[in-house]
């Protein structure tokens, strides 16, 4: 005959919410399977009948607790690790997060989404520069909610943060997008965040920002919030274009519309004998001219087509070129500090150690163009933002 022996464990777990912080202190069975769990609202459990066998007890959070075995015995147990220090961090550090619209890997500078209207979609990619040793991040992007909204379960992190678990917060005018790991495994430098999609709405108005306007960095003993301003702008035709009318799309949109006045009406030559004798010409078609190592400082080309022209160590510091067409532009070793870029078109444009500091480019578009050693020091950047003393090849 067999004979089974019962047996019961009786527990008391007591605790003090000031030593318990925020805290829970969990009972487990030897399986994982959770059987009790003590918060810091309540001061005992009271008597608990648990069958005979192995348990572990596990402090979910930083705390402390005491554990009561019978009416005399009571140990003191321990767990958690201290909670996270949030610091704000000051708008002069050099980590940038930025919006692009081009897929492609890295940063293309496309701050720009051409659509045609309601029903569109576009994809955004969230490219980080600078990154001190992180193990998650987050950022908090505005909209406005009548012209456009954030498709749920649109965001795909990328592998950035090594074992990232994402994390999406959707609010009326906003949403927040990011994770952490809990490995404490970190990553720095430069990459690719992750991206996301909005939709345009029946009420868009042909022009609208997503704007960035926080950002969070979870290092391996703090938490790290920035308040910045990264803009980027979701455009229809009609709005580049000034409702031309025309039938145009993409670059050649927003190019037609930067050609919208087109001031004096000169070409080859003539344009550069009267750029020569009245340092302006704007909107002239100084396309493909010579004018390497040429002296232009605050000369008026606004609107000017200097697309192909070969500027390379001219002097155009201070010149007013808003809305003037530089694509495929030498320019190398160019002077252009202080000078005026707003909405210039630098398409392919050879910046090679360009000197830019100060100069304005909010607006400008830079696809492709090459940008190794130019000096972006103090320059106002694409979307608004000033960068960095120490900004080369990039703006920080």
């Known amino acids: 005959m067999i004979y089974a022996i019962c047996s019961m464990l009786v527990l008391t777990l007591c605790t003090s919410p000031l030593l318990a912080a925020d805290a829970e202190l969990v009972v ?16 005992s459990t009271g008597p608990q009948n648990l069958p005979a066998g192995r348990y572990k007890l596990k402090v979910d959070g930083p705390g402390e607790f005491e554990l009561l075995l019978d009416a005399q ?8 690790a201290e909670p996270p220090v949030t610091t704000q961090v000051s708008a002069d550090d050099d980590t940038s997060i930025l919006i692009d619209f081009d897929p492609a890997e890295g940063d293309q ?47 795909e992190p990328s592998n950035f943060v090594p074992e990232f678990i994402p994390i999406v917060k959707e609010e009326d005018m906003s949403v927040e997008v990011g994770g952490a790991n809990f490995s404490n495994t970190i990553t720095s430098g430069d990459g690719e965040l992750g991206t996301l999609r909005f939709e345009v709405l029946d009420g868009f108005k042909g022009e609208t920002d997503l704007k960035v306007t926080r950002l969070t960095r979870f290092t391996p003993t703090s938490i790290e919030v920035m308040d910045v301003e990264t803009v980027a702008l979701v455009a229809s035709h009609e709005a580049l274009d000034g409702d031309s009318g025309l039938d145009l799309a993409g670059d050649e949109a927003v190019e037609e519309a930067l050609d919208g006045d087109s001031g004096l009406d000169l070409a080859g030559d003539e344009a550069v004998d009267h750029l020569t004798a009245e340092n302006a010409c704007p909107g002239c078609d100084l396309s493909g001219v010579d004018l390497m190592r040429g002296e232009f400082p605050e000369a008026d080309l606004d609107q000017a087509d200097l697309s192909e ?3 390379a160590w001219a002097n155009f510091s201070k010149a007013h070129l808003a809305d003037a067409r530089l694509v495929e532009a030498n320019m190398y070793q160019t002077d252009l500090r202080g000078a005026d870029l707003r909405r210039a078109v630098l398409r392919d444009a050879k910046l090679t150690g ?11 578009i830079l696809d492709d163009a090459n940008l190794n050693g130019a000096n972006f020091s103090g320059a106002i950047w694409i979307d608004g933002s000033e960068c960095a003393l120490g900004s080369i090849g990039r703006c920080k």
């Open 109 to 155: 500078g496309q701050r720009r989404a051409i659509v045609e209207g309601a029903g569109d979609e576009v994809e955004l990619q969230l490219c980080a520069l600078d990154f001190p040793d992180i193990r998650g991040w987050s950022v908090i992007i505005e909209y406005d909610p009548d012209q456009v909204r954030y498709l749920s379960n649109s965001f």
């Open 73 to 80: 015995t009571v140990l003191e147990f321990r767990g958690g």
């Open 309 to 311: 022209a070969n500027l």
């Open 28 to 43: 487990e069975d030897a399986q994982g399977n959770e059987v009790l769990r003590l918060n810091p609202d309540d001061a």
């Open 354 to 364: 360009a000197k830019l500091q100060k100069a304005n480019l909010q607006g400008a």
